[in-house]
T-cell receptor, first 112, second 115 residues
């Protein structure tokens, strides 16, 4: 089993809708998780980090961490066409403080 | 501006040639990384370095070499032993912040094509 998995996608939502992106992880000891946005042909850009159980909001973005169920999600409210990108979930590699393991990403398309 | 600078942005390599990708950061981060991304694929770790003069292999180190002589710099050499080097190469650096974890930031990337 991969340490971080993103199984959903690609995802297509209409403009103004809520986009929900999900990620599961296998290491119960993992403490912190990250969401990156990657536009086609560009490098990943950090958009959210979360390390406490519950929700963390930043503008239109909300990251959710559920340690009991071992999943992390990212909600994008009022989705815009400019949100169309691949979203990568990342978490610490088991036994390492320095290495992150990345999911394969979920391609989100927001239709005008 | 603080950040991670990769150069060149585009590079073409002939068969049997070694090429070096540059990565410089002025964020005062201790750790630096090299990832490879193939079209439609996830990120794969090539090498990483936690401190100066020390580095470790990642998942796909064969055919690559690195050095870390200065905190700011972590160049990657793609050797002729790397049989399929065409990919998008990403340099990154990070700062470990205890319970907040290890936050990794990426440079803009370098596209390497074998011709």
């Amino acid at each position: 089993q991969k340490e971080v998995e993103q199984n959903s996608g690609p995802l297509s939502v209409p403009e103004g809708a809520i986009a929900s992106l999900n990620c599961t992880y296998s290491d119960r000891g993992s403490q912190s998780f990250f969401w990156y946005r990657q536009y086609s042909g560009k490098s990943p850009e950090l958009i959210m980090s979360i390390y406490s159980n519950g929700d963390k909001e930043d503008g239109r973005f909300t990251a959710q961490l559920n340690k009991a169920s071992q999943y992390v999600s990212l909600l994008i409210r009022d989705s815009q066409p400019s949100d169309s990108a691949t979203y990568l979930c990342a978490g610490p590699l088991r036994g390492s403080n320095y290495k992150l393991t990345f999911g394969k990403g979920t391609l989100l398309t927001v239709n005008p | 501006d603080g950040g991670i600078t990769q150069s060149p942005k585009y590079l073409f390599r002939k068969e049997g040639q070694n090429v070096t990708l540059s990565c410089e950061q002025n964020l005062n981060h201790d750790a630096m990384y090299w990832y490879r991304q193939d079209p439609g694929q996830g990120l794969r770790l090539i090498y990483y370095s936690q401190i100066v003069n020390d580095f470790q292999k990642g998942d796909i180190a064969e055919g690559y070499s690195v050095s870390r002589e200065k905190k700011e710099s972590f160049p990657l050499t793609v050797t002729s032993a790397q049989k399929n080097p065409t990919a998008f190469y990403l340099c990154a650096s990070s700062i470990f912040q205890g319970s907040s974890g290890n936050t990794i930031y990426f440079g803009e990337g370098s596209w390497l094509t074998v011709v």
